[in-house]
């Protein structure tokens, strides 16, 4: 059974920096591109960032680029998402998710979700 578990998530002002992080089990982590997505409250889910299985690809949502770094740690079987200069429509739960390559995360194409962390910023 695959489970991907976020956590990190919490309150944070404006301009703060914080850092997800998701725990992957029953899946070949090494075999999978991993990545973030978003849903705001009344909006969409929508992509943020994605990494390569060997973390040598990475690609961005326009709207965090520069402010948000992802990682990940095949030995730990562990994707990161650090997030800095955080942004009050930054506020949204954030999923992990699983797929076989970053182009097919990026268009949303996705094997495997997390359930979810919520991150909040105030102004």
């Known amino acids: 059974q695959v489970q991907l578990v976020e956590s990190g998530g919490e309150w944070v002002q404006a301009g703060d920096s914080l850092r997800l992080s998701c725990a992957a089990s029953?899946?070949?982590?090494?075999?999978?591109?991993m990545g973030w997505f978003r849903q705001a409250p009344g909006k969409e889910r929508e992509f943020v960032a994605a990494?390569?299985?060997?973390?040598?690809?990475?690609n961005y949502a326009d709207p965090v680029k520069g402010r948000f770094t992802i990682s990940r740690d095949n030995a730990k079987n562990t994707v990161y998402l650090q997030m800095n200069s955080l942004k009050p429509e930054d506020t949204a739960v954030y999923y992990c998710?699983?797929?076989?390559?970053?182009?097919?995360?990026?268009?949303?194409?996705?094997?495997?979700w997390g359930q979810g962390t919520r991150v909040s910023v105030s102004s």
């Open positions: 998710a699983a797929t076989r390559t970053t182009t097919a995360i990026s268009s949303g194409v996705v094997d495997y």
């Open positions: 029953g899946l070949t982590f090494r075999s999978y591109a």
């Open positions: 990494i390569s299985w060997n973390g040598i690809t990475t």
